[in-house]
Nanobody
Framework: QLQACGGGLVQAGGSLRLSCAAS????????MAWFRQAPGQDRGFVAA???????LYADSVKGRATISRDNDKKTVYLHIDSLKPEDTAVYYC????????????????????WGQGTLVTVSS
């Protein structure tokens, strides 16, 4: 089970850190990712981090976002700087049960477990 938090209302240009805490004993066996879904749009990939801490970012957040994980705390984080109104969305964390050498996935269908989402609103 995944529990995301950290969303809220932020002014454009500001920053935000989202957290996603996992329950259970297998957190370090999962690749982890963040997706987001704006009203009327499909859920889209934001960033992913492998079990060995390799990372992958969507072009829309590259250079502004940092994904990280703390296996001891069973938590994955997403920090975004220079927020823009177009970053407004519900942000979801997700877990992909994968072997260590499996590539990071960018499609929602490839993820096995999802959190409930946390709303980020960026005002202009």
């Amino acid at each position: 089970q995944l529990q995301a938090c950290g969303g809220g209302l932020v002014q454009a240009g500001g920053s935000l850190r989202l957290s996603c805490a996992a329950s259970g004993h297998s957190f370090n066996r999962y690749h982890m990712a963040w997706f987001r879904q704006a009203p009327g749009q499909d859920r889209g990939f934001v960033a992913a981090i492998s079990k060995s801490a390799n990372t992958l970012y969507a072009d829309s957040v590259k250079g502004r976002a940092t994904i990280s994980r703390d296996n001891d705390k069973k938590t994955v984080y997403l920090h975004i700087d220079s927020l823009k109104p177009e970053d407004t969305a519900v942000y979801y964390c997700a877990a992909d049960w994968a072997i260590l050498t499996a590539p990071l996935q960018t499609k929602a269908i490839d993820y096995d477990v999802w959190g409930q989402g946390t709303l980020v609103t960026v005002s202009s």
